[in-house]
C-alpha cells in the first residue's frame, strides 16, 4: 500500500518541501531508501525500526520503498524521521489518513522519543509563506524556535503521541506565538531597515547561518 506523508528539507538557509513516499508491497523484506539522502538519513532506517517496535506498533516484514521527493536535491539531517515513520505506519495501515495539511518534523530516538533538530525556524517560516492553511508537527523542544512565528505549530513528544492525535485520542499542544520585543538580544534595527545592498546581506546572512566569520571591506 503507498502512503503519502509531507516534510521539508534546507537547501541552504532556505526550507524546501519534500514528499516522503512510502510502498509497502509483499515480497523478501528489506527497507530501501531512495531520492538522494545523506548519511544520517540512511541512518534513519534502523532508528525507525525501533521506535516503531518500542512504540508497540508493528514493523512490516515486507518490501518498504521510501522515496523522498523531489528526487535530485540532497535531503540532510535527521528530521526525516518522523514523517518516514508514519508512512510506514499507514502504508501497513496501522494508523488511519492524516487529517488535512500537516508538515511533520521531528528525529526518532530508539524507544520512539521524538527528539529535537536544527532548522526548525526557517522551515516554520516557509511554511507561514507558502503553506498559510496547513499546520507542522514539531518536536515540543524546539518550542521557542517555532513560536517565533505566527504559524500554527503542535507539538509533539513522541510516535505514541502522533498515532493517539491521529486517532483523535489526544490533542496535541500549540506553541504560543513569543513577543520578539522582549527576547534577549532582540533589536531595534535589522536588515528591514537597510534599502539595496542586498549581495552584502546575503553574504552576512550565510556567515552567520554557517557560524563563519566575514570581513566586509
Keep these: 500500500m503507498f502512503a503519502l506523508v509531507h516534510s521539508l528539507t534546507l537547501n541552504g538557509i532556505e526550507a524546501v518541501p519534500v514528499q516522503v513516499e512510502v510502498d509497502v508491497q509483499n515480497g523478501l523484506p528489506?527497507?530501501?531508501?531512495?531520492?538522494?539522502?545523506?548519511?544520517?538519513?540512511r541512518e534513519a532506517k534502523e532508528r525507525v525500526r525501533s521506535a516503531i517496535k518500542n512504540s508497540g506498533f508493528e514493523f512490516p516484514l515486507q518490501r518498504i520503498t521510501v522515496n523522498l521527493a523531489p528526487a535530485d536535491l540532497r535531503k540532510e539531517g535527521s528530521h526525516l524521521d518522523l514523517p518516514i515513520a508514519l508512512g510506514i505506519l499507514l502504508a501497513s495501515r496501522q494508523v488511519s489518513a492524516l487529517p488535512g495539511e500537516l508538515f511533520w518534523i521531528g528525529e526518532l530516538s530508539l524507544e520512539g522519543t521524538i527528539k529535537g533538530v536544527p532548522g526548525v525556524l526557517p522551515m516554520i517560516m516557509a511554511l507561514s509563506r507558502n503553506f498559510p492553511r496547513a499546520?507542522?508537527?514539531i518536536p515540543a523542544a524546539n518550542q521557542a524556535e517555532a513560536s517565533?512565528?505566527?504559524y500554527p505549530s503542535l507539538m509533539a513528544q513522541s510516535l505514541k503521541d502522533v498515532v493517539s492525535f491521529l486517532d483523535g485520542e489526544l490533542d496535541l499542544l500549540k506553541t504560543e506565538v513569543a513577543n520578539v520585543s522582549v527576547l534577549p538580544g532582540a533589536y531595534q534595527e535589522d536588515f528591514s531597515d537597510i534599502k539595496g545592498q542586498a549581495s552584502a546581506k546575503r553574504a552576512i546572512e550565510?556567515?552567520?547561518?554557517?557560524?563563519?566569520?566575514?570581513?566586509i571591506l
Excluded at 30 to 41: H, M, T, Y
Excluded at 206 to 215: E, M, R, T
Design 30 to 41: 528489506c527497507f530501501e531508501l531512495v531520492g538522494l539522502p545523506s548519511a544520517s538519513i
Design 135 to 137: 499546520k507542522a508537527i
Design 148 to 150: 517565533l512565528v505566527d
Design 206 to 215: 550565510v556567515a552567520v547561518a554557517g557560524g563563519h566569520n566575514i570581513l
